[in-house]
């Protein structure tokens, strides 16, 4: 099995050089930067807000880093200690030296991930793969989740052709003069493509070769093994699944689990709708999950 690498020296380099830029204009706090070792490579953590307290883990979504989560840092870092992330076999600053077969690889790593930080539990916040993978670790390794929030996650339905079509439509319209932007984002609707400091990221992100397992569809055994505390939010209007058939079918197998199914937003849920996700967050974890 393959891993997750930047083509060469001068790829990496490349990539690193303009996160480190961008990272810099967007990042809003004073962070602490930790770099864990797993069984699977390196794990880059950017750590702020207040050193007590559980924290609040950020997990971006495929071919993601820390920096997704930019404008959620200062809202959550002002109440609890918060932990973005650069998974490891994405484009970021962590190191791929070990393949993930599967989901229970990806809880592993990010168990020994939250282990080296000395983090007994966290609550995670998963974006699209994300939010695959941390609903992983609750499945394998439930005592180190205190609560999930799983923001238009992957594994709830088979990826198809509109979910690719709706990502090249999305790249070829960050191509795009800055102009025309917001509509073509209205058009293909994809907030992302309106994220420019992000988008300065793509050319360079296209030197990594990324090999991650496919989130394969959760069954019903596994959705009602979710036994801690979780939120899931979906975009109404979501390429990735049918959100009302999704809502539905967590409503018969997993009743414990609080669905909202977002009017008028898309997989980019994150950017689509960022203070109601934020709120929701910060409810889910005030409430003592």
Do not use: K
């Not at 001068?10 to 602490?32: E, I, K, Q, S």
């Amino acid at each position: 099995m393959r891993i997750g690498q930047f083509r060469n020296d001068a790829a990496r380099t490349r990539f690193l050089t303009a996160y480190d830029r961008v990272f810099g204009t967007l990042w809003p706090v004073p962070r602490h930067t930790v770099d864990v070792p797993t069984a699977f490579g390196t794990t880059r953590v950017y750590r702020a807000g207040p050193t007590g307290g559980t924290p609040i883990v950020l997990l971006p979504g495929a071919a993601g880093n820390a920096l997704s989560w930019y404008g959620y840092v200062a809202a959550l870092a002002a109440r609890h200690p918060v932990l973005a992330v650069d998974p490891v076999g994405e484009p970021g600053a962590s190191v791929q030296t070990a393949p993930f077969a599967d989901g229970r690889d990806l809880a592993r790593w990010l168990d020994e991930t939250l282990a080296g930080l000395d983090v007994p539990a966290a609550h995670l916040v998963g974006c699209s793969y994300g939010g695959w993978t941390a609903a992983q670790l609750a499945l394998h390794a439930p005592a180190r989740v205190a609560g999930l929030t799983l923001v238009e996650p992957g594994g709830l339905a088979p990826i198809g052709a509109r979910f690719y079509g709706w990502i090249i439509a999305g790249g070829l319209a960050g191509l795009a003069p800055r102009a025309l932007r917001p509509a073509l984002a209205r058009l293909v609707n994809n907030s992302t493509v309106l994220e420019t400091g992000l988008m300065s990221l793509a050319l360079p992100s296209a030197g990594f070769r990324r090999a991650m397992p496919l989130p394969p569809v959760f069954t019903d055994d596994e959705l009602r093994g979710l036994r801690v505390p979780t939120t899931v939010l979906l975009g109404e209007r979501s390429a990735l699944h049918r959100s009302a058939a999704v809502a539905a079918r967590l409503a018969g197998v997993a009743p414990g689990v609080r669905v909202e199914v977002v009017a008028g937003a898309g997989h980019a849920l994150q950017l689509d709708r960022r203070e109601l996700v934020i709120d929701r967050i910060l409810e889910h974890v005030a409430a003592g999950h």
